[in-house]
């Protein structure tokens, strides 16, 4: 069937299935599939389950085949015929509530529709996107369409830890040729940097003792200090002119917390404690490295230079924990890695850097870069189909510094499904989508899938 005579049908065809897709929205939102690992012999809980059963069970009522996975790591639901295969990556799990009198429209795992909007723990991240991108095929499966190429939903359960479950699908499950996940921003990211997670090591021979920041991937808004030369620490702070807060007990360096993708925006409170602990005298292995090669430099440039390319930007540097307890003095960074960049350049140049002051690289996590040229088939398809629908002629695909589903598989971008205009309300207190610009990106997954399979 013609595109110019199906194209036509899309929208009414989309509009009798809407109330569908909210309801099934609203259900799974309710499971609260927040990872609980082993719990009652499940990898990563009994509600992460509960939401791989109920999505596959909404897949099998709208016409899908599904299967699931023995052990409970992913499942997939799939449509159409042929050697080829279109995937669709998306992922059930979700992060905690958080604090819940912070919830000002509804409770995390009740959902509610207020002034158009749906509101709810999940609803943009990710299981929102992926329920949309799921009712687009079954217009397209209303409308009539053959697919000429199969198209498979595979759904992740613990996108939001470590990734186990695409890892284990990638170890014995067909891959797809091509596809999307709708677990970013559009037009569409044709470049992910890559991720390095490690942290740097060394004996303790000092007699502080410091525990500072929560993760790898958040600059620290808070280090604290509770040691010797208290008041030279405060007169130090005052005179480098960084934030601080203090009582009887503890002096809190102050910072501000950003995502590691985009450190620069971020103050790095670890960073700003290691500086004044020098400036009144004290070193250490940490210190020595942080104030010789760091400082607040969020690219590093003493220690890379200027790695950069023109696809994905800078090279970025977090350091987004510290410990000095008896035995250890340990730095966990976070590293952006542009998509051009050699991995093991980069180690080799952090690893003979951090060595010249007894600290030893050992890496906790690393994921590949992923980039896909703007000429390719699969990048042209999906901008053109995205530039059609919102008559958004200028925007192109753009690069990231995040991490999505498009690395676990080859010729995989992220695709959606937030707009430019859009707050990014993931991980937040009131997370929602808005449900007319949900229904465009419904509308756009429709075409794409649709030109896609052809």
Request: with cysteine; aromatic share 10%; charged share 25%.
């Amino acid at each position: 069937m013609p595109m110019n005579n199906i194209s036509e049908s899309f929208i009414p065809e989309l509009r009798k299935i809407e109330s569908d897709f909210h309801q099934a929205l609203m259900e799974l939102v309710k499971i609260p599939s927040v990872i609980n690992e082993g719990e009652d012999g499940f990898p990563f809980g009994r509600d992460i389950d509960r939401a791989l059963r109920k999505t596959l069970e909404i897949c099998e009522k709208l016409g899908f085949r599904t299967f699931y996975d023995p052990k409970g790591y992913y499942g997939y639901a799939e449509i159409g015929a042929g050697k080829e295969m279109i995937g669709v990556l998306g992922h059930l799990d979700v992060v905690p509530a958080g604090k819940l009198d912070e919830w000002v429209e509804s409770s995390p795992f009740q959902p509610a529709i207020k002034d158009g909007k749906m509101y709810g723990r999940g609803t943009q991240d990710d299981k929102g996107p992926t329920l949309s991108a799921l009712f687009a095929v079954k217009a397209l499966m209303n409308l009539g369409v053959i697919f000429k190429k199969r198209v498979r939903f595979i759904f992740g359960t613990d996108e939001e830890t470590l990734w186990r479950c695409m890892n284990r699908y990638c170890e014995i499950e067909e891959i797809p040729s091509m596809g999307f996940t709708p677990d970013s921003v559009f037009p569409l990211v044709y470049a992910e940097k890559g991720l390095l997670q490690l942290t740097l090591e060394g004996r303790n021979e000092t007699d502080l003792r410091i525990t500072g920041g929560h993760a790898f991937n958040a600059v620290p808004d808070t280090a604290r200090y509770g040691g010797p030369k208290f008041a030279e620490l405060q007169a130090a702070l005052d005179e480098l002119g960084f934030g601080y807060e203090t009582n009887d007990l503890q002096i809190a360096v102050l910072g501000k917390s950003v995502h590691a993708q985009v450190t620069e925006k971020g103050i790095n409170a670890i960073n700003r404690l290691l500086i004044a602990l020098k400036q009144i005298g004290y070193t250490s292995k940490t210190i020595e490295f942080i104030n010789d090669l760091v400082k607040e430099d969020p690219f590093a440039t003493a220690i890379f230079g200027e790695c950069e390319d023109e696809a994905s930007g800078k090279l970025k540097f977090n350091v987004g924990k510290l410990e000095l307890n008896e035995e250890v003095e340990r730095l966990s960074i976070d590293i952006r890695i542009p998509v051009t960049a050699d991995k093991e350049e980069i180690v080799a140049k952090l690893s003979a850097a951090a060595a010249g002051y007894g600290l030893e690289y050992k890496e906790f996590d690393y994921l590949k870069s992923i980039y896909i040229p703007k000429d390719d088939f699969l990048i042209k398809t999906l901008i053109g189909v995205y530039q059609e629908v919102t008559g958004d002629m200028e925007s192109q695909p753009i690069s990231s510094g995040g991490a999505t589903y498009a690395r676990a598989m080859d010729n995989f971008v992220a695709f959606g499904a937030v707009f430019p205009n859009q707050t990014k309300t993931e991980h937040q207190p009131d997370e929602h989508i808005e449900l007319e610009e949900m229904f465009k990106a419904m509308l756009i997954y429709a075409k794409a899938i649709y030109q896609l399979t052809r």
